[in-house]
Each structure stands twice: as C-alpha cells, then as structure tokens.
Nanobody
C-alpha cells in the first residue's frame, strides 16, 4: 500500500512563502504523476500543480508564476514551493499520486492520497 506523508503547512501572512513536502513510500517514478490538490471550506478539491513521470508540470491558473512543483526521486519526495501567498490560498493541501494500469480494453486508475496539511494565509 502506497503511503504519502505531507509536511510544511502553517500560518503565514500574505506575501510570505511556504514549502510543502510529500514523502512517498515508493519511487516517484513508479507513478504516472504526482500532484498537489487543495480544498477550502465549502469548496471542491482542486488541482494546484502536477508533475508527470517525464517531469512535465502543470499548474492551476490561479497559482501560475507563484507556485513551483518539483520532485526528488532519491528522497522519494515531491515539493510545492509557494511564494507570494494570498488569503485565497488558504486551504488543506493534499498530496496525490496515481498509477494507471491496463484493464480490459482500457486503463484503470489508482489514486493515493496523503492526510493533508493546513495552509492558512492571513491578510
């Protein structure tokens, strides 16, 4: 069973930075992709940033230019550097990893989640 453990959340003021870490129990290259999602109270969980096994990255429009996702396979970890934080970035941030395997005529996706880490940005 894959385990993902997040760390690095906290309370900061607007304009400050935080770095989130996600330690996986398996090589990050064993996944099709890993990413960071967030969920604010009363809102749906949304993808913030993702990194694929070929190291390509993608970001939500709301964080482009402020957040950077990176991976370190030697440490089996993925990071999210968050700069210029805004109050609207306040949420619980979740690390996600997924694998896709052949299944019948298609593919089946397996998602793994961390427990989440709270990020609070005060104005």
């Amino acid at each position: 069973q894959v385990q993902l453990v997040e760390s690095g959340g906290g309370l900061v003021q607007a304009g400050e930075s935080l770095r989130l870490s996600c330690a996986a129990s398996a090589s990050i290259f064993s996944f099709n992709a890993m990413g960071w999602y967030r969920q604010a109270p009363g809102k749906q969980r949304e993808l913030v940033a993702g990194i694929a096994s070929d190291s390509s990255t993608n970001y939500a429009d709301s964080v482009k230019g402020r957040f950077t996702i990176s991976g370190d396979n030697a440490k089996k970890s993925v990071y999210l550097q968050m700069n210029s934080l805004k109050p609207e970035d306040t949420a619980v941030y979740y690390c996600n990893a997924h694998r896709e395997v052949p299944s019948g005529y298609g593919r089946r996706r397996f998602d793994y989640w961390g427990q989440g880490t709270q990020v609070t940005v005060s104005s």
